[in-house]
């Protein structure tokens, strides 16, 4: 296995703890641009990697036999390269992914963190009527996800929603964001399993936790059309912590707010003596993606 893991060092007598970013449905190692230097510059030492069939992965693996089981395997691949104890970062598909490999890979993994992640273990049931509820807010993601969702299921098709540039602003960011941004990230939005799809849609993937040791961070999207404060709470009392939220929408690594959304998980690893002893971080990052 070979896929795509993107780095970026810390600078001279950092810590370099190894935190490790994966992405949700429809992205890739792409979406951590600004989050891999901005943590690297405080000290970590900052992977993204993208999934099988996603990122400069996407034209080498058929994605219609993919399942959220061989997304765990990539996650250990990736923690495997790393080769120390990391802190797994999981955005929206990926959160209950992280969760998983977490426990699996229970030697190599020193947090897990969910980024604007509906609880892992609910039903289907409550899932699918939770993300109706969701949607109910925006009627053209709504149905972008139905129509995508009914071909994938007569046809065998690709889950792909998000066929323009509003339409993803709509769906993962808010208002906020800057057109030169959007235009800068839409390109690279790209169809996803239609198998993982209906797993994470209909809660049939259940996973095993009984592994997990390791501290879990909950993090909140204020503008997130998936998942409601409700959803990311009802995930932070699972590991009885408290869910912490930014502004900004379910691509709060993307966002306008994205330094907002880091800022949280830097402080809540520091609180959780991550990097040892609460090494206070070397520098603030500033420059052209500072808002």
């Known amino acids: ?43 970590y030492t900052a992977y993204a990697l993208s999934l099988r069939g996603h990122g400069a992965n996407r034209h080498r693996d058929d994605l219609r036999a993919v399942r959220l089981e061989d997304y765990v395997e990539d996650i250990g691949w990736g ?51 939770a993300l109706r509820q969701a949607l109910a807010s925006d009627g053209s993601v709504a149905l972008a996800y139905t129509r995508a969702t009914m071909q994938s299921k007569l046809r065998g098709a690709l889950h792909h929603p998000i066929t323009s540039a509003e339409l993803f602003r709509r769906a993962f960011l808010s208002p906020e964001i800057l057109a030169h941004d959007l235009h800068a990230y839409f390109p690279l939005i790209q169809p996803e399993s239609p198998i993982a799809t209906q797993q994470t849609l209909q809660g049939t993937f259940r996973p095993d936790l009984s592994g997990l040791e390791a501290p879990v961070v909950v993090v909140g999207a204020y ?62 990052h500033a420059g052209a993606f500072a808002r």
Do not use: N
């Open 79 to 129: 923690l495997a390269q790393i080769g120390a104890p990391a802190v797994l970062v999981g955005h929206a598909m990926s959160g209950p992914l992280t969760l998983v490999a977490g426990a699996r890979f229970a030697r190599l993994t020193r947090a897990v963190v969910l980024l604007a992640s509906a609880a892992p273990q609910a039903t289907g049931r409550k899932r699918a009527a």
């Open 223 to 284: 503008g997130d059309v998936f998942v409601s404060a409700d959803d990311v709470r009802a995930t932070a009392a699972m590991f009885r912590t408290e869910a912490l939220f930014s502004r900004g929408g379910s691509d709060l690594m993307l966002d306008a707010y994205w330094i907002e959304a880091a800022t949280l998980i830097l402080e809540a690893l520091c609180a959780r003596g991550i990097p040892p002893g609460g090494v206070v971080p070397l520098r603030t």
């Open 1 to 43: 296995m070979d896929l795509e893991l993107l780095t970026e060092q810390p600078v001279a007598g950092a810590h370099g703890t190894p935190i490790l970013f994966v992405h949700g449905a429809y992205h890739g190692a792409w979406s951590y641009r600004h989050w891999l230097p901005y943590f690297a510059d405080h000290g």
